[in-house]
């Protein structure tokens, strides 16, 4: 049984850092894409960063700067660092892996594996 469980985030006032991680079991994450993606209430699920098995990563534009994402293969996890944290990034974080390649941009629709969520919120 997949299972990618989430660990981290919390509330921050607007400035401020979190970090969340994502630790995958019954999958192996080295060769596979991995992610992260967000929804706030009201609001479409979008796609917030990916990395490749092999380190290329891809942001979206309202993150890039702020927000990193690194893996670790030999532990089968991953983790997002989130600095200078804005009020709009408040939502519920998702962690998601699929086979192979990233697919970017993307809402999460190809991403086969799914944590349970974990939320963020940021005060201003």
């Known amino acids: 049984q997949v299972q990618l469980v989430e660990s981290g985030g919390g509330s921050v006032q607007a400035g401020g850092s979190l970090r969340v991680s994502c630790a995958a079991s019954?999958?192996?994450?080295?060769?596979?894409?991995v992610g992260w993606f967000r929804q706030a209430p009201g609001k479409e699920r979008e796609g917030v960063a990916v990395?490749?098995?092999?380190?290329?990563?891809w942001y979206a534009d309202s993150v890039k700067g702020r927000f990193t994402i690194s893996r670790d293969n030999a532990k089968n996890t991953f983790t997002l660092q989130m600095n200078s944290l804005k009020p709009e990034d408040t939502a519920m974080y998702y962690c998601?892996?699929?086979?192979?390649?990233?697919?970017?941009?993307?809402?999460?629709?190809?991403?086969?594996?799914w944590g349970q969520g974990t939320q963020v919120t940021v005060s201003s």
């Open positions: 990395i490749t098995s092999r380190g290329f990563t």
């Open positions: 998601a892996a699929k086979d192979l390649g990233c697919v970017w941009p993307s809402r999460g629709e190809s991403y086969r594996f």
């Open positions: 019954g999958y192996t994450l080295s060769g596979n894409c």
